[in-house]
């Protein structure tokens, strides 16, 4: 059974330092990792997909990295702002149409 | 409208109610999935459909109850619900179901949460 675990649960950074949030996953037969935000009451919005065969993938400020090997990936956020508060949501693609979320990272920015 | 959308967005029920979720994507895809997101856990998945057929019931209570009228749209019928099926309900949708090395990503709407009483 795939399972995702996020660590911290929570974090609060003031602005300007640079977030690394954890995602750790027990099968690594995995295909694509994804990773996604959700603001309070609102759906999830899509930041970065990795497939399984690549190690990084880059977006702005956004940057995340993928060791299928060790069960592990790793989102960064440089230069965080009050507009990257949010939860943070890793997901794994395992199987077809089954996606298995972790719980998530609360990330608060303080101004 | 654009996306994935979900009505209502809040709902409130007793537990002798009867409900319905709505979803509605206007992506042009042919897979739609309802997902179950309680309080700090993980994002449960509940139904997959694809071209209209259920195709994953992730043993799912029968007090929910899903339909596919087509490709576009997803309801989640609701009945005596208990305090514990109190959560936010997400609909997403993608273009196909995934299928291995497809870089298929899902589309979530807002999501209804819900409140049983």
């Known amino acids: 059974k795939q399972e995702v675990t996020q660590i911290p649960a929570a974090l609060s950074v003031p602005e300007g330092e640079n977030l690394v949030l954890n995602c750790s996953f027990t099968?690594?037969?995995?295909?694509?990792l994804q990773w996604f935000r959700q603001d309070p009451g609102k759906g999830l919005t899509s930041l970065l997909l990795?497939?399984?065969?690549?190690r990084e993938q880059t977006s702005g400020r956004l940057n995340a990295s993928l060791d299928k090997s060790s069960g592990r990936s790793t989102l960064y956020i440089a230069a965080s702002q009050p507009g990257d508060s949010a939860t943070y949501l890793c997901?794994?693609?395992?199987?077809?149409?089954?996606?298995?979320f972790g719980a998530g990272t609360q990330v608060v920015v303080t101004p | 409208e654009t996306g994935v959308t979900q009505t209502p967005r809040h709902l409130v029920m007793g537990m002798t109610n009867k409900k319905s979720l709505k979803c509605e994507q206007h992506l042009g895809h042919n897979a739609m999935y309802w997902y179950k997101q309680s309080a700090k856990k993980p994002l449960e998945l509940m139904f997959v459909y694809s071209l209209e057929e259920r195709v994953e019931n992730n043993s799912v209570p029968s007090r929910f109850s899903p339909e596919c009228p087509n490709s576009s749209h997803l309801f989640l019928h609701l009945h005596t619900l208990q305090p514990e099926d109190s959560a936010l309900y997400l609909c997403?949708?993608?273009?196909?179901?995934?299928?291995?090395?497809?870089?298929?990503?899902?589309?979530f709407g807002p999501g209804t949460r819900l409140l049983v009483l």
């Open positions: 997901a794994v693609y395992f199987s077809w149409g089954k996606l298995q």
């Open positions: 997403a949708s993608s273009q196909d179901l995934w299928q291995g090395a497809s870089l298929e990503t899902q589309y």
């Open positions: 990795i497939q399984s065969s690549q």
């Open positions: 099968d690594s037969a995995i295909y694509n």
